[in-house]
């Protein structure tokens, strides 16, 4: 079956513009995550839906960051005013349920690197 | 101190060797415990999952979690070219936890073997 997917791949976008990464989870999953790696570091948790449930915001790094989910199955992750220290892969999961779930299934990534 | 110590390598054996990676964590409160392994310029994916100390073996692998010292580990036998990735440690609260959904990650180990 089809996994976890995101788009797109690569994305290089200049200083101070806004960029939106999209996360296709598996159907049927009710929990998606957002994590960053940079390099050299390990994931960094992001940002966690469930369900209708509000979504856990705690790890997102600045108020330039946000994520929405749309209809409890896609989700977009927008960085506005991007800076250099963005640049990393964003990795996007989904789960069954989310809570005490065993796996969480992980997309490709988007290698984002911001000039 | 971070949460979840992984020293990054790397690491590089000859093909048939036993590897050994290792975590160490300093938050009691993480109860599961994953190792990921990551192809390059792919999403991690999820090798061992191990509740509670003990060892747990699946084919060549084996998971070692010592509680009291808070530390796991990872055994690879009889490795092969094909394990040359970065490998993952991921830890999570218990069911009675709040937001243990979370995984903290350690840095990851870059592993090769060589033919």
């Known amino acids: 079956g089809a996994g976890v997917s995101q788009s797109p791949s690569n994305k290089v976008t200049e200083k101070g513009k806004d960029v939106e990464l999209r996360c296709d989870p598996i159907?049927?999953?009710?929990?998606l995550y957002w994590y960053r790696q940079s390099l050299g570091q390990g994931l960094e948790f992001l940002i966690y839906?469930?369900?209708?449930?509000?979504?856990?915001k705690s790890g997102l790094p600045s108020d330039r960051f946000s994520a929405e989910r749309t209809g409890g199955s896609v989700s977009t992750l927008t960085i506005q005013r991007t800076q250099q220290e963005d640049s990393a892969v964003y990795l996007c999961?989904?789960?069954?349920?989310?809570?005490?779930?065993?796996?969480?299934?992980f997309g490709p990534g988007t290698r984002l690197t911001v000039t | 101190q971070k949460e979840v110590e992984q020293d990054p390598g790397p690491l590089s054996v000859p093909e048939g060797a036993i590897v050994s990676l290792n975590c160490t964590y300093s938050?009691?409160?993480?109860?599961?415990f994953m190792w990921y392994r990551q192809y390059s310029r792919k999403g991690p994916e999820l090798l061992m999952y191990?509740?509670?100390?003990g060892n747990k073996e699946d084919g060549r692998f084996t998971a070692q979690v010592d509680k009291s010292s808070k530390y796991i580990s990872l055994f690879i036998r009889d490795s092969q070219p094909s394990d040359s990735a970065t490998y993952l440690c991921a830890m999570r609260g218990g069911p009675s936890g709040g937001s243990n959904y979370k995984l903290t990650f350690g840095k990851g180990t870059l592993l090769t073997v060589n033919p």
């Open positions: 839906f469930q369900g209708n449930s509000a979504p856990d």
């Open positions: 999961a989904s789960s069954r349920s989310g809570v005490d779930d065993r796996e969480q299934y």
């Open positions: 191990t509740y509670s100390s």
């Open positions: 159907s049927g999953h009710t929990a």
């Open positions: 938050n009691s409160a993480f109860q599961y």
